[in-house]
């Protein structure tokens, strides 16, 4: 089973052209994919449905989006009746296999003055694989500051750790004769987290690396699957400064619980995509 986790950027490649179908070839063999920057209505790429482009591109698999940023876009009336226009900005996940349940999870953030700084979120999907159920997160964090990060990580941990508690996007069903989704304990937190590896917004999800035992596993910590692999070297990276390419660094991961990590099988960096300014990060379960 293949994972991979994608921030697209909106669709415009290192290049600077926008080439959707680009992006989608890079992604060929994948059970399960996590896209972050995915965009509907959006000026940049001339108000693409990129839900939709990436939903024809996957047409046998299932999919959620979740629009952490919503606006109002555009607004006419056609035969009489009023046409509204989103200008949306958030992160999808496409599934071999059905969707249970989605959550869109909104992560806390603060006003700016002078940077950028939209919503941010997490679209959980709880899948049914054929493992085991298991839910899959599209995460993208704040880029500009490590205390936003450090915050949207303690509410992403919250409600991913405390999901059978929490009770998942619905309990309490057969009052109406509703199915009830699984409330598994696996789960991977994939996307653009914003952070290198050991900076304090890191050490927060990972936990605190131990001079001598280093990480242990445990159940209310998720591993950073490529670093547990011993694939993360000095020279990793998976975001490239268009303006100054020879600037790079490791912003994206996949991150698992405790109770997956003896599934994985391997992980990498696809460093010959050129379809966004980040590059997809891949983890392959056995």
């Given at each position: 089973?293949?994972?991979v986790?994608?921030?697209?950027?909106?669709?415009?490649?290192?290049?600077?052209?926008?080439?959707?179908?680009?992006?989608?070839?890079?992604?060929?063999?994948?059970?399960?994919?996590?896209?972050?920057?995915?965009?509907?209505?959006?000026?940049?790429?001339?108000?693409?449905?990129?839900?939709?482009?990436?939903?024809?591109?996957?047409?046998?698999?299932?999919?959620?989006?979740?629009?952490?940023?919503?606006?109002?876009?555009?607004?006419?009336?056609?035969?009489?009746?009023?046409?509204?226009?989103?200008?949306?900005?958030?992160?999808?996940v496409?599934?071999?296999?059905?969707?249970?349940?989605?959550?869109?999870?909104?992560?806390?953030?603060?006003?700016?003055?002078e940077?950028?700084?939209?919503?941010?979120?997490?679209?959980?999907?709880?899948?049914?694989?054929?493992?085991?159920?298991?839910?899959?997160?599209?995460?993208?964090?704040?880029?500009?500051?490590?205390?936003?990060r450090?915050?949207?990580?303690?509410?992403?941990?919250?409600?991913?750790?405390?999901?059978?508690?929490?009770?998942?996007?619905?309990?309490?069903?057969?009052?109406?004769?509703?199915?009830?989704?699984?409330?598994t304990?696996?789960?991977?937190?994939m996307?653009?987290?914003?952070?290198?590896?050991?900076?304090?917004?890191?050490?927060?999800l990972?936990?605190?690396?131990?001079?001598?035992y280093?990480?242990?596993?445990?159940?209310?910590?998720?591993?950073?699957?490529?670093?547990?692999?011993?694939?993360?070297?000095?020279?990793?990276?998976?975001?490239?400064?268009?303006?100054?390419?020879?600037?790079?660094?490791?912003?994206?991961?996949?991150?698992?619980?405790?109770?997956?990590?003896?599934?994985?099988?391997?992980?990498?960096?696809?460093?010959?995509?050129?379809?966004?300014?980040?590059?997809?990060v891949?983890?392959?379960?056995?």
């Open positions: 089973m293949r994972f986790s994608y921030n697209i950027q909106y669709g415009f490649g290192l290049d600077g052209n926008y080439d959707p179908e680009r992006i989608a070839r890079n992604l060929t063999g994948a059970d399960i994919i996590a896209l972050q920057e995915v965009t509907r209505g959006w000026p940049l790429n001339n108000g693409a449905d990129l839900p939709e482009i990436f939903a024809g591109y996957f047409p046998d698999y299932h999919w959620v989006y979740g629009p952490a940023c919503d606006l109002h876009g555009s607004s006419e009336l056609i035969g009489g009746r009023r046409i509204d226009r989103r200008c949306q900005f958030g992160n999808m496409l599934s071999r296999w059905p969707i249970l349940s989605n959550r869109l999870l909104l992560l806390p953030r603060t006003r700016t003055f940077k950028l700084n939209m919503q941010r979120g997490a679209t959980e999907a709880l899948i049914d694989a054929p493992g085991g159920p298991l839910r899959v997160y599209s995460v993208h964090l704040d880029h500009v500051s490590p205390d936003e450090i915050a949207q990580i303690h509410a992403l941990m919250a409600r991913a750790i405390g999901f059978s508690r929490e009770g998942g996007a619905m309990s309490g069903g057969d009052q109406f004769h509703l199915p009830r989704p699984p409330l304990e696996d789960f991977l937190l996307g653009d987290f914003n952070m290198e590896p050991e900076s304090p917004e890191y050490c927060q990972a936990g605190t690396l131990d001079r001598y280093g990480r242990t596993v445990r159940a209310d910590v998720p591993t950073d699957a490529l670093a547990h692999l011993g694939r993360i070297t000095p020279d990793s990276h998976s975001w490239i400064n268009v303006s100054r390419p020879q600037q790079r660094m490791l912003l994206d991961y996949c991150f698992v619980s405790g109770s997956l990590v003896h599934r994985l099988k391997d992980g990498w960096i696809d460093y010959d995509a050129r379809g966004s300014d980040h590059l997809p891949w983890v392959e379960f056995g």
